[in-house]
């Protein structure tokens, strides 16, 4: 119901009593800058810790040869377990893996991880780290495509030399992107350039990467079938699922490699998954009290008005009276108490949500960008959820006053005092 | 008009009951002038509450015109106040942050009246009582008889059945409670009903009728008597 009037009336009220009404409001304003900033910072924090996991997708299991610790069907102690390509079959045909790759390193000298081989393109050489992977890796790294293509499955079935290169890569050799179908020599393999690359959240270290399809590298460099690591991702399965799976995984791996499926050494595991959902946990405790903060902050700006509007009622007591007798109805009254606290709380509240929205706006500008902290900001879903706790606070805080002004006795009040 | 038949009142004072009001008959016909008289604790005070609806009674009848006014709710009590009766106070009760010309208009603001219609309107009501020249002054710039003229123009711009005044003259100097009593006659004259608390003797004396009250009992009422 709008009238024009009873802005003005209300408006008026708050302009008598100037000072009161800026300390009042800045009650409230604070309380909702607070909540915001506390929220806008939480959110930050959380992005920052986010672009850590962007990596690599967050469903994925990495799974590593390790050494047995237990004897195992008469074999013994200390064997070092090695993936083949007979493991990427067998895990492909279990329900549940959505995505495989497996992993061979042919500069690692054997070692499970990574190692780079010289390449060299004309009179430029430099190393770079190489891996052989499945065409499925594109997605357990969060690769992206920038300019031609991934590694196919064709390129594994007729062991093509075909290499995908990042984009440092392509800028060392011909200082420039456009290099499909350049020639390059990787540890005395002539190679050609099928695709170059960028990474989701990848630092340089995963940009100065080459990758070849497994088949290739395993004949060039003398592997046989072996693979260093498999990777798989999960789908949309939660943690206890994805714990079977993975029991599901040792299993299909101890029967092909006879080790006991229980031995804690003989495969290791890196179960982002699980990492994620503890991560997530942590990041929800951490808003859950910033939200309780900036809660209880907004609950002392509310009780604040409330208890200013109850000492502006109790000064009107006479001008109640008066506007009573003349026949203002209870509800007039009420209504005028509600909306000048609920005006108050708003307009004071967009003040502090727009004096926080700007804060979180100058340090996302003067911090520099690093991986622990980025885009503190909060969504406009919340920015409304704010603006109905404001309605609703405003409400709250004026009710009681509101109610006691409705009782004022117009005799009582217009007594001599 | 106004008839009172049998109106009692109590009040509760402690554990005791005080019966401030008993068996009160009263009528007023319209375009009477009349003045209720009485000492300090006689009831005028709360008759006077009673016939202005500001407060409610425990035993009897109260008729304003076709009206039984009995047992209303707090709303219903503000619109027949806000219609029906025009307020006069000892102390004027004005509201202090608000023009002369606004403190008129404001019965009419409760009644949705427009703020250009009501202002216009309450204009002419300063003019009748001769102060159209200080509409925009507050009341702090005023004498009391200028704000008792403004709470008489007030009183009288709802058009109400009756006007209710009390002491109106009890904080003013002798010359100036005499022109606002001649403004009380003035519109007495027009035809409205004007029922007046006063305990001066020369300001009932301008009344028509003088009822006087003692001990919460009508004493003294010409027409009962006469009747």
């Known amino acids: ?417 | 008009m106004l008839r009172l038949s049998k109106i009692n009142k109590y009040y509760a004072v402690g554990a005791h009951r005080l019966h401030v009001l008993r068996d009160v008959d009263l009528e007023v016909g319209d375009g009477e002038m009349v003045a209720i008289m009485g000492a300090s604790g006689s009831g005028k005070s709360t008759l006077l509450n009673i016939l202005g609806i500001l407060d409610g009674y425990d035993a009897g009848e109260y008729w304003l015109g076709d009206t039984l006014i009995r047992g209303l709710s707090e709303t219903q009590g503000a619109r027949y106040r806000n219609k029906l009766i025009g307020f006069v106070f000892q102390s004027f009760n004005l509201l202090p942050f608000k023009t002369a010309v606004e403190n008129v208009a404001l019965p009419l603001y409760y009644q949705g009246v427009s703020r250009r219609q009501r202002n216009r309107v309450a204009l002419q009501y300063l003019d009748k009582v001769g102060l159209a020249d200080w509409a925009d002054h507050r009341p702090a710039e005023m004498s009391g008889g200028q704000k008792q003229r403004v709470a008489i123009a007030r009183s009288l711009i709802t058009k109400p059945r009756i006007v209710l005044a009390d002491e109106p003259t009890g904080a003013l100097d002798s010359k100036t409670s005499d022109e606002v009593m001649q403004l009380f006659a003035d519109i007495n004259a027009t035809g409205m009903t004007v029922i007046l608390v006063t305990h001066e003797a020369d300001v009932a004396a301008k009344a028509g009728r003088t009822i006087r009250l003692k001990d919460g009992r009508v004493e003294d009422d010409p027409i009962a008597q006469a009747g």
């Open chain 1, 1 to 417: 119901m709008f009238s024009l009037d009873r802005w003005q009336e209300v408006l008026s009220t708050l302009a008598r009593a100037p000072l009161r009404s800026i300390l009042t409001a800045f009650a409230v304003a604070w309380g909702i800058f607070m909540l915001v900033f506390l929220l806008g910072m939480g959110h930050g924090l959380r992005k920052g810790a986010e672009t850590q996991f962007a990596d690599d997708a967050a469903n994925s299991v990495w799974v590593f040869g390790g050494t047995t610790s237990q004897p195992y069907q008469g074999l013994p102690v200390g064997r070092r377990l090695t993936f083949s390509n007979a493991d990427y079959a067998n895990l492909r045909h279990l329900d549940g893996v959505e995505r495989l790759t497996g992993r061979y390193f042919p500069g690692s000298g054997g070692r499970p991880f990574g190692g780079s081989l010289k390449v060299r393109v004309g009179a430029k050489t430099q190393d770079f780290d190489l891996r052989a992977v499945h065409p499925d890796h594109l997605y357990l790294e969060k690769t992206l495509v920038k300019a031609g293509r991934y590694i196919n499955q064709a390129d594994l079935d007729e062991k093509r030399k075909a290499a995908v290169i990042g984009i440092p890569v392509a800028q060392f050799f011909w200082g420039s992107t456009d290099v499909i179908g350049r020639s390059l020599e990787i540890g005395g393999v002539s190679f050609d350039v099928v695709g170059v690359f960028d990474d989701e959240g990848g630092d340089d270290g995963e940009l100065q990467m080459i990758y070849v399809p497994v088949t290739t590298a395993q004949l060039a460099w003398n592997g046989a079938d072996r693979l260093n690591a498999l990777l798989f991702t999960v789908g949309d399965k939660g943690v206890a699922e994805t714990n079977q799976l993975l029991d599901e995984v040792k299993a299909t791996l101890a029967e092909r490699m006879r080790f006991n499926p229980a031995d804690p050494q003989a495969i290791r595991v890196r179960n982002n998954l699980e990492q994620y959902a503890t991560f997530q946990q942590i990041f929800w405790l951490i808003e859950l009290f910033v939200t309780a903060m900036g809660a209880a902050t907004i609950v002392a700006g509310v009780i604040g008005v409330a208890n200013i509007m109850l000492i502006t009622v109790k000064e009107r007591t006479k001008e109640i009276g008066i506007r009573k007798a003349l026949g203002a109805p209870p509800l007039s009254i009420v209504g005028a108490i509600m909306q000048e606290s609920i005006f108050l709380t708003a307009v004071a509240g967009y003040l502090g949500l727009i004096a926080g929205v700007g804060a979180l706006t100058l340090i996302s500008k003067v911090v520099p960008d690093n991986d622990f902290f980025g885009e503190p900001q909060i969504d406009l879903r919340l920015a409304l959820y704010a603006n109905v706790v404001l309605v609703v606070a405003g409400a709250v805080a004026g009710f009681f006053p509101a109610y006691q002004a409705a009782r004022v006795s117009p005799i009582e009040a217009m007594k001599d005092r």
